[in-house]
């Protein structure tokens, strides 16, 4: 079965770095555009930053432009999220998501998602 598995979470003070990846199994990958989301307490899941297939477009959402950076790599079938100067209000679980059919945008339909991992920026 298809698994997304994230890690590189963790705790972290105001003006740090954390790299997250999501390793994927069960599923051809480089046939899947991908994306990571969060979800801070008490918020609706929202998309943060999503890569095409074979990694030749991104998009962001605009709260994290110029900070993160995601990037795939096909050979290791793992996506990643580099965070760069995070700031509070970037604490949230972090999810990884796989899109069969379109371009891993914020609109786009996911057909899978992993169980997260936890960041958490102190001030």
């Known amino acids: 079965q298809v698994q997304l598995v994230e890690s590189g979470g963790g705790s972290v003070q105001a003006g740090g770095s954390l790299r997250l990846s999501c390793a994927a199994s069960?599923?051809?990958?480089?046939?899947?555009?991908m994306a990571w989301f969060r979800q801070a307490p008490g918020k609706e899941r929202e998309f943060v930053a999503g890569?095409?297939?074979?990694?030749?477009?991104?998009n962001y959402e605009d709260s994290v432009k110029g900070r993160f950076t995601i990037s795939r790599d096909n050979v290791k079938n793992t996506v990643y999220l580099q965070m760069n100067s995070l700031k509070p209000e970037d604490t949230a679980v972090y999810y990884c998501?796989?899109?069969?059919w379109g371009s891993g945008g914020a609109k786009a339909l996911f057909d899978y998602y992993g169980q997260g991992t936890p960041v958490i920026v102190s001030s």
């Open positions: 998501a796989a899109d069969r």
């Open positions: 069960g599923l051809t990958f480089s046939m899947y555009a």
């Open positions: 890569v095409s297939r074979y990694g030749g477009s991104t």
